[in-house]
Each structure stands twice: as structure tokens, then as C-alpha cells.
């Protein structure tokens, strides 16, 4: 079992940065890939990043926060991070972490074990 505690979310200005967070607990937090989609209102969940339960981790991210979004991991915190530069009104959504044991292929649909409870990012113009 694997709990998931999304944190860093808020409201900024188009052009802005913020960075989200996600805390897991639970034991082999390195043997899970770990991915961030998003949902805005009356949209459904779309994928945003991953990254692998390999070392080294690779990363795979949608086209649209292609060049604007990082994401990394600190497998001796369990934590995975979503750093997002050059915010755009488009990307308000709630944000989601989600994590898969050791799959054998990436995952950029929401078919995800684990969630967690989101975090809301608003970008205003």
C-alpha cells in the first residue's frame, strides 16, 4: 500500500512558477513509477509527467507542458516534484500524484494503483 500527499499547489499569475510536491509512505518508494495528471472542470484526467522506477529515472511528459515542466524524484524522501515554469491560464487544474509498482511500460493514461487527494492550481491572466 502506497498513500500519496500532494502539497505546493496555489493561485499565480500567468508567467509564474510554482512547484508541487508529493510525499509517499510506505516502504521500495524507489520500485514505483510516479506520474502527475490533471483535471480541470468538465475535462477529464489528462497525463502530464512520469517518471520512471529506473535508475536513472527517465521522465516522459504530454506536449503541452513540454519545455515548461520538470519533474524529479528524491527517492530517500519519497517525494516526487512537479516544477512548473511559464504558467499559463490553461494549465488550472487540480493536480494529481499517482504511482505504479515497477510497470513494464510507461504509463500515460490514468490506470494508476495508487492517487492521491490533489492539489488545485489556479493561473490567472
Known amino acids: 500500500q502506497v498513500q500519496l500527499v500532494e502539497s505546493g499547489g496555489g493561485l499565480v499569475q500567468a508567467g509564474g512558477s510554482l512547484r508541487l510536491s508529493c510525499a509517499a509512505s510506505g516502504r521500495m518508494f524507489s520500485d514505483y513509477a510516479m506520474a502527475w495528471f490533471r483535471q480541470a472542470p468538465g475535462k477529464e484526467r489528462e497525463f502530464v509527467s512520469v517518471?520512471?522506477?529506473?535508475?536513472?529515472?527517465?521522465?516522459y511528459y504530454a506536449d503541452a507542458v513540454k519545455g515548461r515542466f520538470t519533474i524529479s524524484r528524491d527517492n530517500a524522501k519519497n517525494t516526487v516534484y512537479l516544477q512548473m515554469n511559464s504558467l499559463k491560464p490553461e494549465d488550472t487544474a487540480v493536480y494529481y500524484c499517482?504511482?505504479?509498482?515497477?510497470?513494464?511500460?510507461?504509463?500515460?493514461?490514468?490506470?494508476?494503483?495508487?492517487w492521491g487527494q490533489g492539489t488545485q492550481v489556479t493561473v490567472s491572466s
Open positions: 517518471i520512471t522506477w529506473t535508475s536513472p529515472g527517465r521522465s
Open positions: 499517482a504511482a505504479e509498482f515497477a510497470p513494464t511500460m510507461i504509463r500515460t493514461t490514468p490506470n494508476y494503483a495508487y
